[in-house]
Nanobody, 121 residues
Framework: QVQLVESGGGLVQAGGSLRLSCAASGSIFNIDAMGWYHQAPGKQRELVATITSGGRTVYADSVKGRFTISRDNAKRTVYLQMNSLKPEDTAVYYC???????????????WGQGTQVTVSS
């Protein structure tokens, strides 16, 4: 009954920007970490950025200084502001969240369906 819905992906030229959003919904008791991974064709899924419920952030070295992760706890939403995009950022971006539900007070990792980001050179 928990789902993550992503939006904001698309096609941009190198140097452009996109803002990804991911909203969690369902029978949620609490949300700890939220974040983003990406996966390019033929490559492993890699961490892009994560943010804890207290606001602590971690970024992949490849995106430091260009991407910013943030969250709105009231809206149960995590954002990824992507600036100065490069062709190598092209990938499917997946939202995730560590969530406990009202029914069971145990943390589980949930994933969005993925949204395509394509950066042209």
């Amino acid at each position: 009954q928990v789902q993550l819905v992503e939006s904001g992906g698309g096609l941009v030229q190198a140097g452009g920007s996109l803002r990804l959003s991911c909203a969690a919904s369902g029978s949620i008791f609490n949300i700890d970490a939220m974040g983003w991974y990406h996966q390019a064709p033929g490559k492993q899924r890699e961490l892009v950025a994560t943010i804890t419920s207290g606001g602590r952030t971690v970024y992949a070295d490849s995106v430091k200084g260009r991407f910013t992760i943030s969250r709105d706890n009231a809206k149960r939403t995590v954002y990824l502001q992507m600036n100065s995009l490069k062709p190598e950022d092209t990938a499917v971006y997946y939202c995730y969240a560590d969530i406990s539900t009202w029914a069971r007070q145990t943390w589980s990792n949930y994933w969005g369906q993925g949204t395509q980001v394509t950066v042209s050179s």
